[in-house]
């Protein structure tokens, strides 16, 4: 176990319960004798002193049993029995020993007191720290006896620092200038240049999208995409802004929560939206829904608390104090989030949002409807009289005017079907039974390639039902109907307006729309159709143009003249007399216009209200039924028309973009909360105790709330005095510099996580990161900047006995590069790679039949073109069931899960996909151009592609294999130099040197 | 790939030549210790322990799981239930039912109706082993195999399901079995990796990378899939103007300026390096003779019903045994096609035909070979299908079904010809001997040479294993 051959301490320091003693117990005896009752044995608990003593301490006459159960050779009395696992060291039994010599005092867990800031240690060599890193680095060092390393070479920092803060290599420009340039003031100038640019935020987000499971498809079997880049654009522009973390963590967690949530902070919430999503025939939905918090919990345990919370799913945790019922107070605060869809269509909450273009659209039109508006407001305080008194003798005059033909169904007459129920309260409306003899001929028959305008009241409650038509479908002889539930027609629901035109009789061509909001509901409602052939079929429903209207078909360049006769109350079935759908129900009002009328809606947007307030005696009046009047009048004067009109045009481009808009996966939280049951062993369908939200009792933060929602843990969370959180990130924050973490399990923290190497530079990072209002970039670039980074990472002989893990830092280490970087490297010295920042997911080149047997829902790979097969690598697709191979090639995960550090290996896969993969065949081949074009000389021409390659210069031996190698092939293949050259390109792409961070 | 260090071309004899060898060793002498490479790049906390050795003698080296994706039906081949015929289209008694869920059937047909199997049963061999129609080649190595009948999990849906099977999980993440294997044993040789998939049949459910997915071991330890069609390994072939002896010569420079390199930074991640690219450059050669099924005897593809011409489950099971030969730790092959909901009788003919040959010639052939006692044979599906019947008239068929059903083990110190566990009298419920994913797990590591509960792999401050917190080995089987 490499924990505590690592840490064997001399007996001159103290024994430190948390650093000593609390490993032990964890890992050896906690399973049978923690916190679990029901894996406890003996009844014994060695995890709090209350309950351990009696086993602990020596008595009068007896030994500490513990002692003597550890130390026995009698397989029935020795702890652990063997079954569980072989006996302690003699360095364990040591330590538990001195400790239990000196009364054996429990201590709390180290990673659950808060940190405090310690002083700077002091040391011997003054020169040697650059910043207070060194000085915990360099005091540990000397009191080990160990020397540190001489300074990395200037060509190896540069790279160092390129490829760990953007992830791309130096140019050989940048190298010539860095080299020439010794003054430490021109490091620094790097490193901030670096932590300034895009790359920066690109290179980081790999890493917080490997814990935030980030990825484009849903998952499992089905594996569908789903559009999720936008949360991937947020993280990388909030890296690169240097959001505060505490910032970055609430927004993720709670940003739906926050007070007048902006349409960023939403999208940052599509952190927990990156949990897989079961979609099919029969997965049931709950259980689904279920593992989705589970993984949504495991994820922001791994993430902020450094804690592996999951295990307390099915059982109180076995060895860090987490009981089953906190998990599911935990659980309970991540249970609101809504649930939507069936099968394949199941979903949560997701918000439309505009792209960097479209929002810059949708901003022009917000400033027209602005200016436009003030300007209604200036008119409307100078007021317009004349207008109003006008439309007040006959509010629809006032359009009517201008048109030519027009028809108006005047209902009068008398009889029992007359009656003074209008949308007015006066005038007449007529009753249709539902029968022919209530059906009313229309003396005039639109058609052909004119524009007209329909306007009907309509009270009334048929769920089935044609009110205006001429069309029959039986007898061949379709025209324009418009009517209530679609005659039945599959898909078409009862109670719904809908409207068919069709540009000829037989067959149908043309257009079918079905209005969003039932009209059976017996109140009046207004209907309005507007038909401009060829350009506009637009359904308005009591005043509003009814956008959620479900449209099939075009809008046709005419409208047919079947021989059927227009009708009111009525509609055809192979007949040209009206059969069929007969109307039950009042009519007021139907006026047919021969054009487009812009405000016939106006018809119908009188509001019950504004009825009444017209149809009241004038002197009775009330002053609120004035304004009313007035400021509906108004809106029918010709200059408030114009500007209105342009509102409203402005209006419908929003509209239309908003439609455009690309769909971000949020967290939102439901109105009544979810009822929490606890899981009784982690099995959805059996329900034990009622929970409340709650938060975890062994991390005590003041100010704490009761019963808190999703924004009170993300406070929680980042709140100053939170013992793991900063902890956490500054510990996987140094992880990426130096390969491990001062803690070296960066997702466990717990009793059984490791043991920190510098836990006082550990408290300091982190009282750093949070004393600085959470600034990120300040940790990365104090890393960055220190002596202890700028090493030199040639391997030490002296420190492969003394320090063979490199845990004390004497020398920095080697350290493969990540998947993406190996790519973006490639595609970089061949000039392909392209810096496009953001936007949808790529699919580059892949080798064809990769997820040939993937679900047939979850979509093809359809290659990108131009400069989008260049991207760098993070912006790939990333299909989890068949993610992108020669990035799988170089561990790269498949995001199922969140995960903490990738796995580092070394295959002969590896070598395939660097020699073989078309993308760095390519790159070596475009490399090779690049070199070709640049210089004659072969010697140049190695020089060129050793320092875009390696960001070095080839030494002579080097140069001699390499013209050797060039020499032995171009006899072979007189006719392709470029061939040649890429077979050199290639050989350096695959060395060690080029793929590995020194 | 884990392969021990041998150097196939000796480097020139240099004064670095011994410095290089001699970190060979170091690195075999590391590897082979309970200890973590000690290398400053990689999380040496959480390196894997390896096993120079099993825990005791096993009696299999390697195994070949054929996968019959989708679900075969347990009732119709190997369970035969004389009830089922007796009472066929009556419904189910409320009894078997109760708790029960179906994937497919409708929830609103409280006792769906019993359905008896069209094909006929028959004792084969000399143990008599009750097997239907519908293998009659596999009849003939009946006194080779160890059915077990009382298989049951709780798991309905096909990709959960395959994870159980595979990873002792029904969630996504966790190692499968042949990860596990590779991680804990290793593998015997150096031109292939250990654990290697094969795909074939009619695309119904989907096959997942997840399948073969090394959780969270060490990535080295992830299945490679050999593909139908094109390079047999992803990114195999040389770009198409490379000639061999041009890679040759490149591979030859990279290792010599990887040489310099190491002189210059010590890092033995580097020689470690120069070994996967002599690998890469082999397996550039191995891999399409290993393919490459002409080099077999016009006898031998007839007994498998193997064309060399045409990707096939036969094919495949030749592949298995080309494999076998060459010491590939874990071969695991997947046929799709049997998630018959509807025409379960042409269906089932069909995949049955498709199968039934080809194992029984691997069976043979390994056995001719002196190889199948070293070599286990897994059988089976996710899960079984219903008794009852789905759907009806003649496009009748049956839905999946975990609670009861059959798989069977063959060679590897497997006892032939007997049978294990019985489910009731229609083949809903396993009753007796009821063996769960975790026991044939546990089962399957001990015929390797493993203690189930002694191989693990620390991860999140646990220490997991392939067979969880359960599992039995089940010894009656065991010759």
Redesign the interface.
């Known amino acids: 176990m ?2 505590l051959s690592l840490c064997s301490i001399s007996f001159a320091e103290e024994v430190q319960f948390d650093r000593d003693i609390q490993p032990i117990l964890a890992n050896r005896c906690f399973k049978c004798h923690g916190r679990s009752e029901v894996d406890r044995k003996a009844k014994l608990r060695l995890d709090q002193f209350e309950s351990a003593k009696r086993v602990l301490l020596k008595s009068a006459t007896k030994e500490s049993e513990l002692l003597a159960r550890v130390k026995s050779s009698d397989p029935n009395l020795r702890m652990p029995p063997p079954e569980t696992g072989p006996p302690l060291t003699s360095g364990e039994i040591e330590k538990l020993e001195a400790w239990i010599q000196r009364g054996a005092t429990y201590t709390q867990h180290w990673a659950f007191i808060p940190p405090k800031k310690p002083s700077l240690p002091e040391v011997r060599d003054l020169t040697w720290s650059q910043n207070p890193i060194d000085r915990f680095v360099l005091a540990r060092l000397e009191k080990k006896g160990i020397v540190p390393s001489p300074p990395a070479s200037r060509r190896t920092l540069l790279r160092r620092l390129s490829f760990d803060l953007r992830g791309l290599p130096p140019s050989p420009e940048e190298v010539h200038t860095f080299v020439q340039n010794s003054d430490p003031a021109s490091t620094q100038k790097v490193i901030e240049r670096y932590l300034n640019s895009h790359q920066f935020g690109e290179k980081q987000a790999q890493v917080w999208l490997d814990l935030a499971r980030y990825a484009d498809t849903t ?3 089905a ?1 569908k995409p789903r559009s999720m880049w936008l949360y991937r654009d947020w993280v990388i522009s909030a890296l690169n802004e240097n959001l505060p973390f505490d910032q970055f963590t609430l927004q993720q967690i709670a940003g739906d929560l926050l007070p007048n949530a902006s349409v960023s902070q939403k999208v940052a919430t599509g952190f927990h939206r990156n949990s ?1 999503q ?1 979609l ?5 939905k709950e259980e689904f829904r279920i ?1 989705g918090i589970v993984d949504r919990l495991d994820t922001t345990g ?1 993430t902020w608390l450094g804690l ?1 919370v ?2 307390s799913e099915c059982h109180d945790h076995k ?2 104090p987490l009981s089953q019922e906190e998990y599911y107070q935990l659980f309970a605060i991540f249970n609101n989030v809504p649930h939507y869809g069936q099968k394949f269509g199941v979903r949560g909450p997701q918000l439309k949002v505009l792209s960097l273009e479209q929002r810059e659209e949708w901003d022009r039109q917000e400033a027209l409807i602005a200016r436009a508006q003030s300007e209604l407001n200036s008119l409307k305080l100078s007021g317009n009289s004349s207008a109003e008194s006008k439309w007040l003798e006959d509010p629809f005059s006032y359009f009517e005017s201008k048109h030519e033909w027009k028809y108006r169904f005047a209902v009068r007459g008398e009889g029992d079907r007359f009656s003074q129920d209008t949308p007015w309260g006066k005038g007449n409306s007529l009753q249709f039974e539902g029968d022919p003899e209530s059906v009313q001929p229309i003396s005039i028959k639109p058609g052909g390639e004119a524009s007209f305008t329909l306007s009907v009241w309509i009270k009334t409650r048929s769920k089935l039902a044609d009110i205006v038509s001429n069309y029959d479908w039986r007898g061949k002889q379709r025209g324009f109907v418009l009517g209530i539930g679609g005659q039945r027609d599959p898909g078409y629901r009862a109670g719904h307006p809908y409207v068919w035109l069709s540009a000829t009789p037989n067959p149908f061509s043309g257009i079918e729309i079905e209005g969003s909001k039932r009209i059976d509901d017996g109140k009046w409602h207004h209907l309005a159709f507007i038909f401009e052939p060829g350009k506009k079929a637009q359904l308005y429903i009591d005043g509003k143009l009814d956008l959620k209207s479900r449209v099939k078909g075009t809008i046709p360049a005419r409208l047919a003249q079947p021989n059927r006769p227009w009708i009111l109350g009525g509609g055809y079935s192979n007949s040209p007399s009206p059969n069929s759908y007969f109307l039950r129900g009042k009519v007021h009002d139907l006026r047919l216009y021969s054009s487009v009328i812009p405000n016939v809606n106006q018809l119908g947007a009188v509001s019950p209200e504004l009825r009444r307030a017209i149809i009241v005696d004038e002197r009775e009046r009330t002053q609120q039924q004035r304004e009313l009047l007035r400021s509906f009048s108004f809106n029918l004067s010709s200059k408030s028309k114009r500007l209105t009109e342009q509102i409203q045009r402005a209006k419908e481009k929003q509209d239309k973009l908003q439609k455009k808009a690309h769909t971000a996966q949020v967290m939102e939280e439901l109105e009544e909360p979810r009822e929490t049951h606890i899981h009784v062993r982690g099995d959805f369908e059996v329900k034990g105790k009622r929970v409340q939200p709650g938060l975890p009792q062994f991390i005590s933060i003041p100010e704490s709330k009761k019963n808190p929602n999703r924004l009170d843990f993300a406070k929680w969370l980042t709140h100053p005095e939170h013992p793991l959180m900063a902890r956490v990130t500054v510990n996987r924050i140094w992880a990426q510099y130096f ?2 973490g001062i803690v ?2 960066l ?2 923290f ?1 009793t ?3 043991v920190p190497s510098h836990p006082k530079l550990l408290d300091w990072l982190a009282l750093e990161l949070i004393e600085s209002a959470w600034d990120v970039k300040r940790i990365h670039r104090l890393i960055v900047s220190s002596t202890t980074y700028q090493q030199s ?3 030490r ?1 002296d420190l ?1 006995t003394l320090d ?3 845990r004390w830092l004497a ?1 920095f ?4 590069m990540t998947a993406e970087q190996i790519r973006d490297l490639a595609l970089s010295v061949g000039g392909l790679l392209s810096l496009k920042y953001g936007g949808p997911s790529v699919y580059p080149h892949q ?5 040939e ?3 047939a829902t ?1 979509g093809k790979w359809k290659m990108s073109h131009g400069e989008d097969r260049y991207r760098r690598s993070l912006y790939t697709f990333w299909q989890r ?3 992108y ?2 990035l ?2 170089f ?1 790269a995960p ?1 995001r ?2 969140s995960c903490a ?1 990738r ?11 660097l ?4 993308i760095f ?1 390519e790159a070596a081949e475009s490399c090779a151009q690049r070199i070709i074009n640049k210089f004659s000389e072969p010697e140049d021409r190695i020089r060129f592609a050793f320092s875009l390659i390696l960001s070095r210069e080839p030494d002579r ?2 140069l001699d ?2 013209l050797k ?1 060039l020499k ?2 171009s006899g ?1 293949n007189k006719n ?1 130099s470029l ?1 040649i050259w890429r ?1 050199l390109c ?3 792409l ?4 080029a793929i ?1 961070s ?1 | ?1 884990r392969r021990s260090p041998v150097n196939n071309n000796p480097v020139n004899s240099s004064a670095w030549n011994a410095q290089i060898q001699s970190a060979l060793l170091r690195r075999h002498f590391l590897k082979g210790s309970a ?2 490479v ?1 290398s ?7 390196k894997p322990r390896l096993f120079a050795q099993p825990h005791f003698v096993p009696k299999a080296k390697r195994v070949i799981y054929l996968f019959m994706s989708g679900g075969p039906s347990h009732v119709d081949i190997f369970d035969e239930k004389p009830e089922l015929k007796r009472l066929d289209g009556k419904p189910i008694p409320e009894s078997f039912v109760d708790g029960v ?1 179906f ?2 059937i409708d929830e609103r047909v409280k006792r769906p109706k019993l359905k008896a199997s069209p094909f006929q049963f028959e004792r084969r061999g000399k143990s008599g082993l009750n097997i239907s129609s519908l293998m009659p080649h596999l009849s003939q190595v009946a006194d080779e195999l160890a059915v077990i009948k009382g298989l049951r999990s709780e798991v309905f ?3 959960p399901a395959v994870n159980l099977l595979n990873t002792g999980d029904s ?3 966790r190692p499968t079995m042949g990860a596990w294997l590779s991680y804990g044993l290793g593998n015997e040789t150096q031109q292939l ?1 250990s654990y290697v998939v094969l ?1 074939s049949g009619v ?1 119904r ?6 399948y073969w ?1 090394n959780g969270f071991l ?3 330890h992830q299945g ?1 899939r050999l ?1 139908n ?3 047999p ?7 198409a ?2 000639q061999r002896i ?2 040759r ?2 591979i030859d ?2 290792r ?3 040489e ?2 190491f002189q ?4 033995r ?2 020689i ?2 120069i070994e ?2 002599e ?2 450059f082999h ?2 050669a191995s891999a399409p003779e290993l393919v490459d099924l002409k080099q077999e005897s016009q006898a031998t593809l007839d007994h498998y019903g193997a064309d060399p011409k045409k990707p096939s489950f036969a094919n495949n099971c030749l592949l298995a045994r080309r494999l076998a030969e060459r010491g590939v730790r874990f071969i695991q092959l997947y046929d ?1 096609g049997w998630d018959s909901h509807d025409n379960l009788f042409q269906q089932h003919q069909r995949q049955c035909k498709a199968v039934d040959q080809p194992i029984a010639a691997l069976i043979q052939d390994l056995k001719q070979r002196g190889l199948l006692e070293e070599t286990l044979v897994i059988w089976g599906g996710e899960f079984g299908r219903t008794p009852v019947i789905q759907g009806g008239g003649k496009n009748w068929g049956r839905d999946h079904h975990p609670h009861g059903f059959s798989m069977w083990l063959a060679g590897g110190g497997v006892q032939g010809g007997i049978t294990y566990g019985e489910t009731d009298d229609f083949g809903f419920h396993a009753t007796e001997n009821k063996t769960s994913v975790h026991d044939l797990h546990a089962t399957v590591l001990h015929l390797l040479g493993i203690d189930h509960k002694r191989l693990t792999y620390r991860h ?3 220490d997991f294993r392939l067979t969880d917190v359960a599992g039995e080995v089940v010894r009656a089987i065991i010759g």
């Open positions: 490499g924990v998952g499992h079997a594996d897989m079961a099919g025939n029969n997965p049931r593992k791994k592996t999951s295990c060895y860090d390969g491990q070296r399990t997702d466990d717990g059984r996580g490791d990472s040639v391997l002989k492969q063979p893990d490199n020398q280490s080697r350290r493969r080798p064809q039949g990769i997820g047997f993937r679900d979850a069931m068949s993610p191979p020669s799988v090639a561990d498949s199922e899960r550090q796995s580092t290996t070394n295959t002969p896969l590896q070598a395939l996909a020699l073989n993969d078309p065949v031996e080097e294999y390499s190698f032995r092939w072979n392709s061939k077979s290639q050989v350096l695959n060395l060690d040197e590995t020194e | 790939m200890m973590g000690g400053v790049a990689l999380t040496s906390l959480l869920h994937a497919m849906n096909h990709d969630r996504l993440g990796p795909t695309k459910q989907p096959l997942l990378n997840s997915s060490p990535s080295e490679v593909r069609g094109g390079d390994i992803l990114f195999l072939s040389s770009p103007e490379i041009e890679r010569s490149q420079l990279i010599k300026l990887n310099k390199h210059r930074t010590r890092d991640e580097i470690s390096r996967q690219y690998t890469a397996l550039q799709m999140q401050g646990r």
